[in-house]
Protein backbone atom coordinates (compact mmCIF):
# COMPACT_ATOMS: atom_id res chain seq x y z
CA UNK A 1 0.00 0.00 0.00
CA UNK A 2 1.74 3.37 -1.04
CA UNK A 3 2.90 5.89 1.76
CA UNK A 4 0.85 9.23 1.55
CA UNK A 5 2.11 12.47 1.89
CA UNK A 6 1.14 14.02 4.68
CA UNK A 7 0.90 17.90 4.07
CA UNK A 8 0.70 20.58 6.94
CA UNK A 9 -1.51 23.27 6.06
CA UNK A 10 0.49 26.77 5.94
CA UNK A 11 0.71 28.84 8.99
CA UNK A 12 1.38 32.48 9.07
CA UNK A 13 4.81 31.94 11.29
CA UNK A 14 6.27 28.98 8.28
CA UNK A 15 4.92 31.40 5.75
CA UNK A 16 7.08 34.38 7.84
CA UNK A 17 10.16 31.90 8.16
CA UNK A 18 10.48 30.89 4.71
CA UNK A 19 10.51 34.45 3.98
CA UNK A 20 13.26 35.38 6.13
CA UNK A 21 15.38 32.29 4.87
CA UNK A 22 15.06 33.87 1.32
CA UNK A 23 16.15 37.34 2.22
CA UNK A 24 19.16 36.03 3.97
CA UNK A 25 20.10 33.43 1.45
CA UNK A 26 20.06 37.08 -1.91
CA UNK A 27 22.05 39.06 0.85
CA UNK A 28 24.42 36.47 1.36
CA UNK A 29 24.73 36.08 -2.76
CA UNK A 30 25.04 39.99 -3.35
CA UNK A 31 27.95 40.49 -0.45
CA UNK A 32 29.64 37.94 -1.74
CA UNK A 33 29.45 39.88 -5.72
CA UNK A 34 30.05 42.87 -4.77
CA UNK A 35 33.35 41.86 -2.18
CA UNK A 36 34.50 40.21 -5.66
CA UNK A 37 34.07 43.15 -7.45
CA UNK A 38 37.69 44.29 -9.70
CA UNK A 39 39.24 46.67 -8.63
CA UNK A 40 39.57 48.10 -12.23
CA UNK A 41 36.28 49.28 -11.69
CA UNK A 42 37.62 51.94 -9.62
CA UNK A 43 38.38 55.68 -10.51
CA UNK A 44 42.16 56.66 -11.18
CA UNK A 45 44.03 58.95 -8.25
CA UNK A 46 46.86 61.24 -7.05
CA UNK A 47 49.36 58.56 -5.70
CA UNK A 48 52.03 61.05 -5.53
CA UNK A 49 53.04 65.32 -5.67
CA UNK A 50 56.10 66.64 -5.77
CA UNK A 51 56.62 69.40 -4.21
CA UNK A 52 54.22 67.14 -1.68
CA UNK A 53 51.00 68.43 0.06
CA UNK A 54 51.86 70.38 2.79
CA UNK A 55 55.54 70.74 2.09
CA UNK A 56 57.68 73.69 3.10
CA UNK A 57 60.20 74.23 0.39
CA UNK A 58 63.61 76.91 1.25
CA UNK A 59 62.45 78.05 -2.82
CA UNK A 60 59.01 77.70 -5.36
CA UNK A 61 60.34 74.79 -7.83
CA UNK A 62 60.25 74.96 -11.05
CA UNK A 63 57.60 72.74 -11.95
CA UNK A 64 54.75 70.80 -10.29
CA UNK A 65 54.60 66.75 -10.99
CA UNK A 66 51.70 64.76 -10.38
CA UNK A 67 51.41 61.35 -10.77
CA UNK A 68 48.53 58.97 -11.10
CA UNK A 69 47.42 55.61 -10.54
CA UNK A 70 47.13 55.15 -14.25
CA UNK A 71 48.11 56.92 -17.58
CA UNK A 72 45.77 59.91 -17.78
CA UNK A 73 44.58 61.25 -21.04
CA UNK A 74 45.76 64.51 -22.58
CA UNK A 75 42.23 65.59 -23.16
CA UNK A 76 41.18 67.91 -20.59
CA UNK A 77 43.62 67.73 -18.35
CA UNK A 78 44.83 71.09 -16.74
CA UNK A 79 46.93 71.67 -13.52
CA UNK A 80 46.78 75.73 -12.33
CA UNK A 81 49.47 77.34 -10.14
CA UNK A 82 48.99 79.78 -7.52
CA UNK A 83 50.85 81.76 -5.68
CA UNK A 84 51.08 85.20 -3.53
CA UNK A 85 51.13 87.39 -6.89
CA UNK A 86 49.00 85.20 -8.90
CA UNK A 87 49.12 82.48 -11.67
CA UNK A 88 52.39 80.73 -12.01
CA UNK A 89 51.74 78.10 -13.73
CA UNK A 90 52.75 78.79 -17.64
CA UNK A 91 52.31 76.18 -20.87
CA UNK A 92 50.61 73.31 -21.10
CA UNK A 93 50.61 70.31 -18.64
CA UNK A 94 53.17 67.70 -19.88
CA UNK A 95 51.85 64.18 -19.44
CA UNK A 96 54.56 61.14 -19.88
CA UNK A 97 52.98 57.62 -18.69
CA UNK A 98 51.69 58.28 -15.14
CA UNK A 99 53.43 61.77 -14.63
CA UNK A 100 51.71 64.89 -15.32
CA UNK A 101 54.26 67.71 -15.07
CA UNK A 102 53.30 71.19 -15.31
CA UNK A 103 56.07 74.06 -15.39
CA UNK A 104 56.15 77.79 -13.61
CA UNK A 105 57.55 80.78 -14.29
CA UNK A 106 57.89 84.36 -13.72
CA UNK A 107 58.33 85.74 -9.89
CA UNK A 108 57.41 82.98 -7.37
CA UNK A 109 58.05 85.33 -4.25
CA UNK A 110 58.08 83.23 -0.77
CA UNK A 111 54.74 82.27 0.95
CA UNK A 112 51.77 80.05 0.17
CA UNK A 113 51.01 78.24 -2.93
CA UNK A 114 48.01 75.90 -4.21
CA UNK A 115 47.79 73.01 -6.82
CA UNK A 116 44.60 73.04 -8.42
CA UNK A 117 44.42 70.07 -11.19
CA UNK A 118 41.61 68.65 -13.24
CA UNK A 119 42.88 65.23 -14.78
CA UNK A 120 40.77 63.22 -17.34
CA UNK A 121 41.52 59.39 -15.81
CA UNK A 122 42.36 56.50 -18.45
CA UNK A 123 38.25 55.48 -18.59
CA UNK A 124 37.55 59.15 -19.54
CA UNK A 125 36.20 59.92 -16.04
CA UNK A 126 37.29 63.42 -14.37
CA UNK A 127 38.95 63.40 -11.73
CA UNK A 128 40.01 66.97 -9.82
CA UNK A 129 41.63 67.77 -6.58
CA UNK A 130 44.14 70.34 -4.88
CA UNK A 131 47.05 70.97 -2.55
CA UNK A 132 48.93 73.69 -1.00
CA UNK A 133 52.68 73.92 -0.29
CA UNK A 134 54.59 76.42 1.10
CA UNK A 135 58.46 78.65 -0.24
CA UNK A 136 60.43 80.18 2.51
CA UNK A 137 62.44 82.07 -0.06
CA UNK A 138 61.59 83.62 -3.63
CA UNK A 139 62.66 82.20 -6.41
CA UNK A 140 64.15 83.68 -9.32
CA UNK A 141 61.90 84.32 -12.87
CA UNK A 142 62.63 81.38 -15.29
CA UNK A 143 65.09 81.45 -17.61
CA UNK A 144 66.60 84.60 -16.32
CA UNK A 145 70.48 84.85 -16.64
CA UNK A 146 72.92 87.18 -15.03
CA UNK A 147 75.66 88.08 -17.46
CA UNK A 148 79.00 90.43 -16.95
CA UNK A 149 78.93 93.27 -18.92
CA UNK A 150 81.45 92.42 -22.14
CA UNK A 151 84.25 95.24 -21.84
CA UNK A 152 84.87 97.83 -24.77
CA UNK A 153 87.39 96.79 -27.22
CA UNK A 154 89.66 99.50 -28.17
CA UNK A 155 91.28 98.63 -31.52
CA UNK A 156 93.71 101.16 -33.18
CA UNK A 157 93.75 101.82 -36.48
CA UNK A 158 97.25 101.18 -38.72
CA UNK A 159 99.47 104.03 -39.36
CA UNK A 160 99.40 105.71 -42.56
CA UNK A 161 102.99 107.19 -42.64
CA UNK A 162 106.14 105.77 -44.02
CA UNK A 163 107.33 102.79 -42.34
CA UNK A 164 110.38 103.96 -40.18
CA UNK A 165 113.92 103.60 -41.36
CA UNK A 166 115.62 100.24 -40.26
CA UNK A 167 118.53 101.30 -38.05
CA UNK A 168 120.86 98.44 -39.18
CA UNK A 169 123.62 97.08 -36.34
CA UNK A 170 127.17 97.32 -36.76
CA UNK A 171 127.34 93.69 -37.01
CA UNK A 172 125.51 94.52 -40.42
CA UNK A 173 127.83 97.36 -41.82
CA UNK A 174 130.54 95.05 -41.10
CA UNK A 175 129.42 91.98 -42.90
CA UNK A 176 128.74 94.28 -45.83
CA UNK A 177 132.01 96.11 -46.03
CA UNK A 178 134.00 92.36 -45.65
CA UNK A 179 131.82 91.06 -48.38
CA UNK A 180 132.64 94.43 -50.22
CA UNK A 181 136.50 93.79 -49.77
CA UNK A 182 135.73 90.13 -50.74
CA UNK A 183 134.49 91.51 -54.31
CA UNK A 184 137.23 93.87 -54.71
CA UNK A 185 139.68 91.37 -53.96
CA UNK A 186 138.58 89.13 -56.52
CA UNK A 187 138.40 91.95 -59.28
CA UNK A 188 141.85 92.59 -58.83
CA UNK A 189 143.32 89.01 -58.82
CA UNK A 190 140.81 88.46 -62.04
CA UNK A 191 143.01 91.24 -63.53
CA UNK A 192 146.18 89.92 -62.71
CA UNK A 193 145.70 86.48 -64.21
CA UNK A 194 144.22 88.04 -67.36
CA UNK A 195 147.80 90.23 -67.65
CA UNK A 196 150.18 88.06 -67.07
CA UNK A 197 148.84 85.72 -69.42
CA UNK A 198 149.05 87.90 -71.93
CA UNK A 199 152.36 89.06 -70.89
CA UNK A 200 153.69 85.07 -71.47
CA UNK A 201 151.55 84.53 -75.08
CA UNK A 202 153.95 87.77 -76.40
CA UNK A 203 156.77 86.40 -74.62
CA UNK A 204 155.96 83.42 -76.36
CA UNK A 205 155.56 85.03 -79.39
CA UNK A 206 158.84 87.42 -79.05
CA UNK A 207 160.88 84.54 -78.30
CA UNK A 208 159.37 82.85 -81.84
CA UNK A 209 160.26 85.16 -83.73
CA UNK A 210 164.09 85.76 -82.70
CA UNK A 211 163.87 82.35 -83.13
CA UNK A 212 163.06 82.37 -87.12
CA UNK A 213 164.62 85.33 -87.62
CA UNK A 214 168.22 83.27 -86.75
CA UNK A 215 167.18 80.53 -88.76
CA UNK A 216 166.58 82.79 -91.65
CA UNK A 217 170.01 84.38 -91.07
CA UNK A 218 171.78 81.52 -90.99
CA UNK A 219 170.08 80.09 -94.08
Known sequence: ??????RHPATPRRTARA?????????????GALATAPAAAAHDRLVSSDPAADAVLEQAPEQVV?????APLGLGTQVEVTGPTGVVSTGEAQ??????????????PAGSYEVQYRVTSSDGHPISGSFTFTAEAAA????????????????SSPATGPAPATESSPAADG???????????????S???????VVA?????????????RRRRRG
Open 201 to 213: VLAVLAGTGVIVA
Open 191 to 197: TGVVAAV
Open 95 to 108: IVDETITQALGGER
Open 19 to 31: AAALVLGLSAGLG
Open 1 to 6: MPATAT
Open 175 to 189: DADALADVAADDGGT
Open 140 to 155: AAAGAATTAPTPDVVT
Open 66 to 70: LTMSA
